[in-house]
């Protein structure tokens, strides 16, 4: 795996973070050495896909990038349900192709289908499993009710959402204590100061947390039964949310 250096030397500028191909080259590294918890929040991902994933449906994982959550939903997926991995990143959809070309699975695999597309324009039906693992903070303020209305509509009866967000919080000693502790986890995982000015520059105004309370009123709003925030660490949190068995779809 290669190591994420990318912010190592002082820039002039640190312009707005993207997903091109120099982060694709280190994100497994970039992402494990900045989310606390991302994988386990990724073994559970390939649990709940054993719940969830039902035959002759589609899971979506929005938001893929090198596909960790694709892959493992693969391993438990029946062979006719379809995975719709999407990604607006050229260089991260590329790769994924590559890995997918190399690893093709089992003779019992499922299909995976890729996209190079916005998430918010995307069509979702008949979705028994939708995975935005530290994707939405991406999207637009003001297109995150929409996407999870849209997300909702495809699900079956029974069907579940799994979210996770790097989040904020409403009372400041509560921001300030879990920020430093993120900040001490990165130290601890071998970034420098500058390293890490850098890149919180770069993603101002880029990633845009919420608070847990906005994420939970939101999947309750848009027609969610049960939303169970399951896990967190420090600003990082994930919750499942899943549409009823009696829903009507
Ligand atoms: C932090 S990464 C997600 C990590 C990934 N889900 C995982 O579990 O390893 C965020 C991804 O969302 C993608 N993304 C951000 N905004 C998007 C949008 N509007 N449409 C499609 N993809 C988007 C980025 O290109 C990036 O690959
Ligand atoms: O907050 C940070 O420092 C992060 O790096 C977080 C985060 C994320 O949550 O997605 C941001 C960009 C990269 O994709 C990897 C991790």
């Given at each position: 795996m290669s190591r994420d250096n990318l912010y190592s030397l002082?820039?002039?500028?640190?312009?707005q973070f993207q997903f091109d191909a120099d982060v694709a080259d280190v994100f497994p590294d970039m992402i494990s050495r900045s989310v606390p918890g991302y994988a386990s929040i990724l073994s559970v991902?390939?649990?709940?896909?054993?719940r969830f994933v039902r035959p002759d449906t589609n899971v979506y994982d929005l938001g893929c990038s090198l596909g960790a959550a694709t892959l493992l939903i693969r391993n438990q997926a029946p062979s006719s349900a379809t995975i719709h991995a999407v990604d607006n990143s050229s260089a991260m959809i590329d790769r994924l192709r590559k890995r997918l070309d190399?690893?093709?699975?089992?003779?019992?695999?499922?299909?995976?289908?890729?996209?190079?597309?916005d998430l918010c324009g995307i069509d979702l039906s008949d979705a028994s499993m939708i995975v935005l693992n530290?994707?939405?903070?991406?999207?637009?303020?003001?297109k995150r009710h929409r996407l999870l209305q849209a997300c909702f509509d495809a699900l079956v009866p029974g069907g579940g959402l799994l979210l996770s967000e790097k989040v904020c919080f409403d009372d400041p000693g509560q921001q300030s204590l879990l920020t430093d502790l993120h900040l001490d986890f990165k130290r601890a995982c071998g970034y420098s100061e500058l390293e890490i000015a850098q890149k919180r520059t770069s993603l101002e105004n880029t990633l845009i947390p919420e608070s847990i309370p906005t994420h939970t009123d939101r999947l309750k709003d848009v027609g969610f039964d049960v939303v169970a925030p399951w896990f967190q660490c420090f600003n990082f949190a994930s919750i499942l949310a899943v549409k009823s068995?009696?829903?009507s779809t």
């Open positions: 002082p820039r002039d500028r640190v312009g991902i390939e649990q709940l896909a054993g190399q690893e093709p699975g089992g003779p019992d695999a499922c299909a995976v289908e890729l996209h190079l597309a530290f994707t939405l903070q991406f999207v637009p303020a003001t068995t009696t829903a």
